[in-house]
């Protein structure tokens, strides 16, 4: 009888969580932030086709096919896996009154057309989302599918310092500090920069609407006073998938259709 007491005596302290324990999970002073459950969306990777210069991507199912627009290069390419492929010169674009747009041109004896119009198209396969639905006409054969426009995508790639969080300015804490900057490379699929107080690297991905970083490794420099509340608000608001607008050279992040960072370029 003892000694099933003492087995009930010791299986009850295993399962006491120790004070002692989690009182090291939480350094002192330091407040605690909750952490978003929340999965984050799954976003297109981008990262080849920008490092190509492409500007407008494209692709359908049924049969298989690919479309790539680089106006930088002048080519466009187009291919299936039946065999019908196609590099030409880019031809001139012709937009519609509703954000639609077309290219034409002839392709030894025979014509391509393209018609790309805006609309939340899905990929049947990979249930990825994009911003147009696409139709092909090529050796007359149609083609159906779904595109986006990299060129918002590509404005993301540059130096940027924080100028707003949470709608309030933002201004170096003291002569050793700096605010907040961001250095986006898409290419790579990588961000660097600084939280004005602590170095941070990591990874970054973008589509045509929305930004996520992370995961990020931030230097432990201790951060006292305003310079630690921004770095902590700073690196919260990085931890969401954030909508995003550039114009005019500011970087908009938004949370909810609500604007919480704005950067503006450096030159």
Known sequence: ??????????????????????????????????VSTTPLPQ?????????????LVATGTEPFWSLTI???????QFSTLTGDSLTTAVPPMTAGPDG???????????????????DSCV??????????RVAISYKRQNYAGCGASLRQVALLQDIWVLKTLNGKPVQAAGPRQEVPRLEIQLTEGRVMGTTGCNRLSGRVKADTRLIQFGPLAVTKMACLDESGRTEGDFLEALSQSLAYSVTNGTLTLLRDSKPIMTFRKVD
Not at 50 to 55: C, M, S, V, Y
Not at 70 to 76: D, E, F, H, V, W
């Open 1 to 34: 009888m003892r000694l099933v007491l003492v087995l009930l005596l010791i299986s009850a302290a295993c399962r006491r969580p120790s004070t002692r324990l989690g009182a090291t999970l939480t350094p002192t002073g330091q407040a605690s932030r909750p």
């Open 43 to 55: 976003l297109a990777d981008y990262s080849s086709a920008l490092k190509a210069g492409h500007e």
């Open 70 to 76: 680089n106006p930088s290069k002048n080519r466009l």
């Open 100 to 118: 639609s747009f077309r290219y034409e041109t002839e392709a030894g004896a025979d014509r391509i057309t393209i018609q790309f119009r805006p």
């Open 123 to 132: 990929n049947a396969m990979s249930g990825q989302r994009y911003d147009y």
